[in-house]
């Protein structure tokens, strides 16, 4: 951290606020996070073979974490209330759990990293949800944005070496 | 995971729906969640050693993760809509970042193992979305129910190797 | 209508207000709503056949309903704050379209038959969302409470001449 | 249904997805949905001749729908966060019922043909909400959207053969 | 203030807290709320005596108080999820502007203080929100708990010389 | 009042509509209000002096404030759905209680009074919400739009007589 950066939301004396954004373009921004959902072997072969009923289960997850993105404003004290004009989020079952992606998308004023990461979240959250009265072992790895795109700052992509093993 | 075994909040065909409660008991029931915001060494030093104005962080982060926990049932697709009524989230700044801690209560008729996790994630994004702009290396680790007690299946504590180092 | 009777959620001045439930006991209550989402003949065919991806549409459906029912406070002005602990939402493609069945389930004090209604229209709502880019003739017909059970009135069954022809 | 069309919100592999509407341009939109809620003659009567005191109903009506229309993102799962530029929510009492008229406007992104239906949803259970109590016949028909202007497709109109005949 | 007492939701370091009340029975509260909205004479003889349509002014100041009191676990970042079982909502257009009265009753686990205020407010605002075009001198005076009962510290009458004179 | 001025969000015929703004041009606004919460001296002392603990009542008070402005659509039943780019709240310790300045921003179709004046009464419910258990006097008085910039309508603030002497 150089001299002269600060946290994000906070005036000089340190109190919070909705930093004015009125006079920034609106622009298309994109952002893509990640996050896993660790399971049990047995777990992962449950959602693989269908020895259990799975049918709504990653459609769920997909709807609750395009759902959590549009919730942004609600979950972050400081967060804009802003467009959400588009949103993936992509589910996959893999040995040590379910890997989850989500990319949202904006024309609006700021950037999206928080409704991705907030999608994954609500992804994640919903997997846990399903599958925590047979697996009390689940638990949320690995989250975070892995690149954005557009707006001032411009094109970022995480560092292959700070991405966990599962996503590189 | 043994025979007769299956994912919540889905019938027999697989489908979704939300789970008929009305016969059970109000009780008293908790739970606790934990999880990590890792952060750079740099980011940990200003959020310690006050060289950056980090005035409401903690506040903010606290006060998300509560009103995360209001928002259960909006995140949740399948999620009963019941009373909270008690919630208690605690941030700690270590060496590794900020370690997040939060318990839910309700004296109604589900368990808020959800609502604890839920709270978790949003004082976690609170923190991502604060120390962002200066350490895009922040990530979101293992988030994870801790323990709960009340209800039918009664008390259950994680046990110590299946959690984190850094909360044992 | 009977003289004495009057609108619901009415003071004697004809303003609205919130009908004070506190002397109601909390018992279990339910309510069952339908409703029909007419295709034309094509969107039904392609919903049975496959010959468009269809993947999540009913999952989507399903969910929306459930969701709107956890809504309905926030819809209807002068509806209760109350507990939801269970709700259903089935949907069967038939050959005049998407027909919608909705239960939902309380243990508090005032009946959910608008909640039943609510996730029926909240399905309805989505399967139009999806079909009606390629479908402009898809309308809602005929969505109405048809049972409830529990509380102070007891149980109630609509006449089945009430019915529309493809819910008898 | 012409070869290559498809459900609206799914991707390729039937999975859901918010649309990328990014590239549209913020064009001024407008949408006209109707219903009718049908309600047993007394109960027209009683909103005619004000022989129970029916005050607010309308009000309450209209007032529903527009509540609802804003809504939408929180009801539909795939819908975006889109501004709402205006919206009109139209109720007669007439010989068959109260007849419903919601239109919805925007400068944004997408069309806003789901905020109009939604707003008339919202409207009609207002209305049952009311009435129930009276008259439990009451029921929601004919609900569809009947114009939409603006956006790329520009102006479409429904066929006056394929509306109810309360509203030709 | 006497030694011990100490500002609500805040844990022994200052930390904010959602306080636990699961431990607190569910019996029946009630607590009202007063609030004015001060206007010009012009603005008080508009509402009337008719020159301008007011038609659904009060009904809208009437639900929106409703609705506020509805969002209060939203607004109050520490309130607790609880029932809302009754809500009155009185405006009365005296000599000096808006009078507003507001009254929430539940029979859960905590006071209803909050949500009676909510009320008050949530109409004031919507009353500022018609008269703001024509009548910039209006304002919002006065707003304040004036009795609760039920609960552990039962009836309380806010004293008559603590009142604002137009509410003795 | 002059002739011809009427009521905002009615029709001619005083039914409530969203005012159609879709021909308004997204400009940079502003709008200030303020508000106070009178306090007995007890409370002022200790909010001053750290007799009690009082940690984040500030900061609950500041977040409560930005949230309650990104709510004004879910509580002014007529309000449009539009971006907020911005909000500052500014919570002041003085003789007489917490005095409370909030500014809202927008880059968006319409001005944003209400959007100040609801984050100045989200403020104020929240520091009642602190104080209630302690000062059964505390109130809120003198709440008002002061200033606003940008739109049709340009510049306004309100004439130094119309503010109360606190605020001068």
């Given at each position: 951290m150089t001299t002269g950066e600060r946290f994000a939301h906070l005036r000089d004396d340190g109190t919070a606020h909705m930093v004015?954004?009125?006079?920034k373009q609106p622009t298309v921004r994109e952002a893509t996070a990640i996050g896993l959902v660790s399971c049990a072997p047995g777990t992962v072969a449950a959602l693989r073979s269908?020895?259990?009923?799975?049918?709504?289960v990653l459609a769920i997850a997909r709807i609750a974490g395009i759902q959590a993105a549009k919730h942004t404003p609600d979950l972050l004290p400081l967060a804009h209330v802003i467009g959400l004009h588009g949103c993936e989020v992509d589910c996959e079952v893999a040995d040590d759990g379910v890997r989850l992606r989500a990319t949202a998308r904006t024309a609006?004023?700021?950037?999206v990293e928080m409704e991705a990461l907030t999608a994954v979240m609500g992804a994640a959250l919903a997997v846990i949800d399903m599958v925590k009265g047979i697996d009390r072992s689940a638990a949320i790895r690995d989250?975070?944005?892995?690149s954005k795109a557009g707006g001032r700052s411009g094109e970022w992509r995480r560092p292959a070496d700070e991405l966990p093993t599962w996503a590189r």
């Open positions: 004015d954004v009125t006079a269908g020895t259990v009923p799975k049918g709504d609006d004023r700021t950037g989250t975070m944005i892995v």
